[in-house]
């Protein structure tokens, strides 16, 4: 694997109002959604409750007590997770604050690193899948196997999914280790920045 740091200075932000819909996305937050195979507009976007974009209840509920404890003081909440694509590991860092004057919550996101890999068909939504399911963590993008939760590309070797012409299905989720970092960041009120497990 190609390691290497890319220094890329934008900041995608968005917005949540105090109806816990979108009410504001920058113009890098849409041009990083497009690049992800996301092309959306503003309109499209603005006036959509957050939580219908997360599709883990477990996440939901932590996300939910992140943005509580915000409104109540705490934070500003800062976390680091993946927003990995196929052909490479994008490490990245999370800022959520709260913005008085307007009842906002911002989150505000960078990529703090990339590593390029060997392109993962396991993230390739327009590969053949067949009726298996594994389970990605949406936070560390670990895969949950037999034998714990590991790496993308180590899980493909563990699984021997390799060469196949299907591939099961992903199902976001959030794993133990980044399950627990994130519900003690909400609680000890955003001092203490958590380790990527
Ligand atoms: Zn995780």
Redesign the pocket.
């Known amino acids: 694997m190609q390691l290497f740091q890319q220094i890329d200075p934008r900041i995608f932000v968005h917005r949540v109002d105090t109806r816990g819909r979108i009410c504001y996305v920058n113009s890098a937050w849409l041009d990083f959604a497009a690049e992800n195979d996301w092309p959306v507009t503003a309109a499209e976007v603005l006036g959509q409750p957050l939580m219908a974009s997360i599709s883990d209840p477990q996440l939901r509920y932590l996300y939910g007590l992140l943005m509580a404890r915000l409104r109540d003081g705490a934070g500003p909440f800062r976390f680091p997770y993946r927003c990995d694509a196929p052909d490479c590991r994008r490490h990245m860092q999370m800022e959520m604050l709260y913005c008085h004057d307007a009842r906002e919550i911002e989150f505000r996101s960078q990529i703090r690193g990339i590593q390029r890999r060997t392109t993962q068909d396991l993230l390739d939504a327009r590969h053949p899948s067949d009726q298996r399911q594994i389970d990605i ?1 949406s ?2 993008k ?1 895969v949950d196997t037999r034998h714990g ?1 590991m790496e993308l590309e180590d899980s493909v070797l563990t699984l021997r999914l390799f060469d196949c012409e299907r591939l099961p299905r992903t199902r976001h989720c ?2 133990p ?2 399950a627990s970092a994130l519900d003690r960041l909400a609680r000890s009120g955003g001092s203490t920045q958590r380790q990527q ?1």
Request: positive net charge.
């Open positions: 963590c936070s560390c670990r939760w959030v794993c280790g980044c497990p």
